[in-house]
């Protein structure tokens, strides 16, 4: 994985605040829409100290455009600004600076560029970073946003994960059954990592205009185990559920926490995975019907081809469809996989929306026009988890009902809803 990169630019710390229009009054829809982006680049924050913090970036150059440069060898070159602010309500940014980047494929079979930058942080429990990319050569650029989590010693951003044959840090939290890696934390002085393993079994959500009373989490683990810092190992885990790592078991439940989905995750590939999400838009009798059919390959064939009517009309409607639902796992994901959260319930069914308003711990969708009496509106609470900061409940009221069987029906009629 490692590439030949070469810094062409310091970071330009920017002191002093800038006035900026407020992240929260944008328009962000574009973040859930995977094809409108050029470059698909993957972030982690470390927090190395407590008003310092590492941003790792990592691009696939297969996404960038080589072109020969003044020494005759082919280069891509990618450009990072950022501004930081306090909030994502903030109406200025504190601070703000850039980093070139230069890659020559060389001799590298990889298609994997990995580099990093340092840049003070405040003191605030959360921030976020506005990063703007651009492909020098190309001259096109897309925004992203990062958010930091200081709000304990024990921040997941205090940890780093690095996969067994790898020298650059591991930009997931879940990892495969054959996966080995080791896990490190800032703090110095710790000796042992109490692990606590939790195996659940969560249901997916309900439908928007369900009344929904989720009981409450327990927090007592199947098992705890302890891992020694010093020995640096590697570790192992065949067993599905997650693993939540701390270095002080007193002070909060705060941690990292690592995830045994399936093997393919987020992909979904094994038949019962891809009978699973659709639940949402079939009948109770059909999901019976998967349940009690052994041939699990064949009843989705028939399902899907009852759906479309012909196969290349079925053939566009699985892809789509379970496109959106590995797109659900890629950003919906918490301490289930993403496809099963309320926001994974609406992107799946109704796709991506036209709007979208961020606050720190709040997200609005809109699908329709911003303001208009025919759109539909979804608002989802982030809910204070201590396995991660991507949990996030909807709203749920009887007036979504219609709107929710419409766009089922449109679905059952071969058809992809918001297309």
Known sequence: MKKIILLILPILALAGCFLSNKISN?????????????????????????????????????????????????????????????????????????????????????????????????????????????????KTYDVYFVKIDKSTKESRQTFLVYLKGMKQPYFHNYVAATDSFKISNRDAAATKFFVKYYNRSFKIAPPPFAIDNPSSFDYHPDSVFTVDIAANEYLHFPKPGFYHFQTDTVVSREGFTIYRFTDEFPNVAMPQELIDPLRYINTRKEFEDFASNPNKKLTLDKFWMGMGGNQERSRELIRKFYNRVINANNYFTSHIEGWKTDRGLIYIVFGSPNVVYKGDNSESWTYGESGSMLSINFNFERVNNPFTDNDYTLERAPLYETQWYRAVDVWRQGRVYAD
């Open 26 to 138: 944008q328009n962000l829809s574009y973040i859930y829409k995977n094809v409108s982006s050029v470059i698909h680049p993957e972030f982690l924050v470390y927090n190395f100290s407590d008003d310092s913090s590492r941003l790792f970036f990592k691009i696939n150059t297969d996404e960038l455009l080589y072109t020969k440069q003044d020494d005759q060898k082919f280069a891509a070159v990618v450009k990072v600004q950022y501004m930081l602010f306090n909030s994502i309500d903030a109406q200025v940014f504190t601070d703000s600076g850039s980093v070139t980047v230069k890659d020559s494929r060389g001799d590298s079979a990889s298609n994997i560029l990995i580099a990093h930058f340092d840049l003070k942080t405040s003191t605030n429990p959360y921030s976020i970073i506005q990063l703007k990319l651009s492909d020098m050569n190309r």
